[in-house]
T-cell receptor, first 118, second 112 residues
């Protein structure tokens, strides 16, 4: 089982509040990712990082921000939550692989945070 | 048009049945193909990984990739109630910077 943790698991919060979703991994992985998942829909990549001090926006436009100050930690922040942010947020990590014919994109997922914004 | 199409199901089968789950895709640049299993209220976990075309077997699971048809499959033999989950296909390639593109997932229910 992957050693990647997310807190909180569930969060109900009012509109306008600032929230931070935590993600930590103990595998020493360089790459980390945040996905948004809605029922019956694809996982959409919202942020990713290839290492400390590296952050990039993903394919899905998001009003959230991320930081990567430590290898093991990749928090996601919403400055002002809105009902449209209601979703499940999944964090993942993967190791750096240099060979082209190895399992270079095995992503290990955390259990997710279910967010409800009222 | 979505890059990866996956029948959402739900697919309901009796215990012991052979299950076939499928995805089609449009971009021939995909090189790596994966199947993830996601139980309710959990994160996805990697089941199978294949590189380019061919078959790969792991216990009751067989992953098949047909790049000429842009079609991948996951077969589950002797299905069990514990196989009830959502199955997500995912694919990647150098053109995508090795980021994953996911299907929407197929819900599988195995009845005992």
């Amino acid at each position: 089982e992957a050693d990647i943790y997310q807190t909180p698991r569930y969060l109900v919060i009012g509109t306008g509040k600032k929230i931070t979703l935590e993600c930590s991994q103990t595998m020493g992985h360089d790459k980390m990712y945040w996905y948004q998942q809605d029922p019956g829909m694809e996982l959409h990549l919202i942020h990713y990082s290839y290492g400390v001090n590296s952050t990039e926006k993903g394919d899905l436009s998001s009003e959230s921000t991320v930081s990567r100050i430590r290898t093991e930690h990749f928090p996601l922040t919403l400055e002002s939550a809105r009902p449209s942010h209601t979703s499940q947020y999944l964090c993942a990590s993967s190791p750096h692989m240099s060979s082209t014919n190895t399992l270079q994109e095995t992503q290990y997922f955390g259990p997710g945070t279910r967010l409800l914004v009222l | 048009q979505k890059e990866v199409e996956q029948d959402p199901g739900p697919l309901s089968v009796p215990e012991g049945a052979i299950v076939s789950l499928n995805c089609t895709y449009s971009n021939s640049a995909f090189q790596y193909f994966m199947w993830y299993r996601q139980y309710s209220r959990k994160g996805p976990e990697l089941l199978m990984y294949t590189y380019s075309s061919g078959n790969k077997e792991d216990g009751r699971f067989t992953a098949q990739v047909d790049k000429s048809s842009k079609y991948i499959s996951l077969f589950i033999r002797d299905s069990q109630p514990s196989d009830s989950a959502t199955y997500l296909c995912a694919m990647s390639g150098m053109e995508y910077g090795n980021k994953l593109v996911f299907g929407a997932g197929t819900i599988l229910r195995v009845k005992s």
